[in-house]
């Protein structure tokens, strides 16, 4: 466990086709980690995987760095001078920084973002349940989830809606007390609907509607959220039944009229209805707003809310920065102590070692010391030999010596090399 070690691409660092190349589940790159581990090259291993990174994280020995480049690079099907333009490596207190800031949402394309925290933890469990990871890894990652949490509730990055999608889903919240309870109709069956939709699942809403021109596409989407398809042309049947109507599609017409959502309040009986339209051009008409129990918000609206929230989290980010930085420094003075721990433990062992012999000795040419003289013996010189080594063993703790020093010690010492 002498060096920890991170190789990655991510967003910034490797275009969209170049990631994709590098999408590998954990699953599939375990063997790798095991390939590695089994031939000396590391200690332990954890592949991360996200939408906008591929990193590996590693402890080890005496690593190779060309042979770690090699292995993941493979990962993507390319070697290690074809991917060396994408890759970053990052050891010790700056690989243990990153993390920190991954899991803290503080490295991401959306900063703040609350979906990489448990993409990490998945990836860590994984390798922690396949026994691909060792001690200091284990004492990383258990850091990194601690800080990750630390940041979120101090700081209150993570607060605020920075997407168009859950910026709607946000102010559904706030114009209704339960989402739960709520009829829903999605116009559109694109990638704005399944953001919105994952939004609106994990607020409770259970009851939901997906229009969509391709009637196959909306059946698609609704499988997946346990929802209802239809075609385009039901809206003026859908409206009536929709506490809450949000929509994104690429019509150049807008597809809700002010005569529809008139007739459907009347249906309603003046029931309000609230439209959140994601759209661009429009798929509400605008005079829908100036209906009596008819409240539409546009795509503009929303795009206020985003710009607040993520000039909110940018002013947050010096005091993440910080807490971040210091939570690496603890750790580093933990790993300090574990590199000596090891050590220390081999010195008492020795010395315990030694006390025995020694006892028996005493033992073997006295044969006549009653039990309580033995018990007696055994207790104070037990107690000498603690007495003589907490200073050594203090200052092995505050001086913490690299590898060649812990040789000299333990040559001094007469311990055989471990």
């Known amino acids: 466990m002498w060096m920890l070690g991170l190789l990655g691409l991510n967003h910034t660092t490797a275009s969209v086709e170049v990631r994709e190349k590098f999408a590998v589940p954990s699953a599939e ?6 390939g590695l581990v089994d031939e000396g090259k590391i200690t332990g291993g954890v592949w991360v995987q996200t939408c906008n990174r591929s990193e590996f994280y590693y402890a080890a020995d005496e690593p190779d760095d060309g042979v770690l480049r090699e292995s993941f690079a493979a990962a993507g099907g390319l070697t290690g001078d074809e991917a060396v333009d994408y890759l970053y490596l990052k050891t010790n207190r700056d690989a243990v920084r990153h993390l ?44 990194s989830f601690a800080t990750g949490k630390k940041v979120r509730t101090e700081t209150g990055i993570g607060e605020g809606a920075v ?30 609907a399944e953001l919105a ?27 997946r959220f346990n929802a209802r398809a239809h075609p385009l042309d039901a809206l003026p049947e859908l409206l009536p039944q929709a506490d809450l109507v949000l929509s994104c599609t690429a019509s150049p017409e807008p597809l809700v009229t002010q005569p529809m959502a008139a007739e459907a309040l009347r249906r309603r009986k003046h029931k309000p209805m ?47 920065e910080g807490l971040v930085d210091a939570e690496a420094d603890k750790f580093m003075e933990r790993w300090a102590s574990l590199k000596v721990s090891p050590l220390i433990q081999e010195i008492q062992t020795h010395i315990a070692g030694l006390q025995k012999q020694e006892m028996e000795k005493l033992l073997k040419r006295n044969p006549g010391f009653t039990e309580e003289q033995v018990k007696a013996i055994q207790y104070y010189s037990t107690a000498l030999l603690n007495k003589l080594l907490h200073t050594p063993m203090t200052q092995l703790k505050a001086i913490r010596p690299e590898r060649h020093q812990q040789h000299m010690i333990r040559k001094f010492l007469g311990m055989e090399e471990k």
Not at 29 to 34: D, E, G, K, L, W
Not at 177 to 183: K, M, Q, R, V
Not at 284 to 307: H, P, Q, S
């Open 29 to 34: 790159f375990v063997q790798t980690i095991v």
């Open 100 to 143: 920190l800031r991954v899991v803290s949402g503080l490295d991401s394309m959306i900063v703040g973002e609350p979906q990489i925290f448990g993409q990490v933890k998945e990836a860590y469990d994984f390798s922690l349940q396949a026994g691909l990871t060792d001690a200091l890894l284990n004492e990383l990652f258990q850091r």
């Open 163 to 192: 997407s168009v999608s859950y910026a709607g889903v946000a102010l559904a919240k706030k114009v209704f007390d339960d989402l739960g309870a709520l009829e829903v109709l999605f116009i559109g069956a694109g990638e704005m």
């Open 197 to 223: 939709l994952l939004h609106l699942k994990e607020n409770g809403v259970w009851r939901i509607r997906i229009a969509n021109r391709t009637l196959d596409k909306a059946a698609e989407l609704a499988d």
């Open 274 to 320: 609230v439209y959140i339209d994601m759209a661009v051009p429009a798929d509400i008409d605008r005079a829908v707003g100036a209906l009596e129990e008819a409240y539409l918000y546009t795509i503009d609206d929303l795009k206020d809310v985003v710009e607040r929230n993520l000039a909110e989290r940018a002013r947050r980010m010096g005091t993440a």
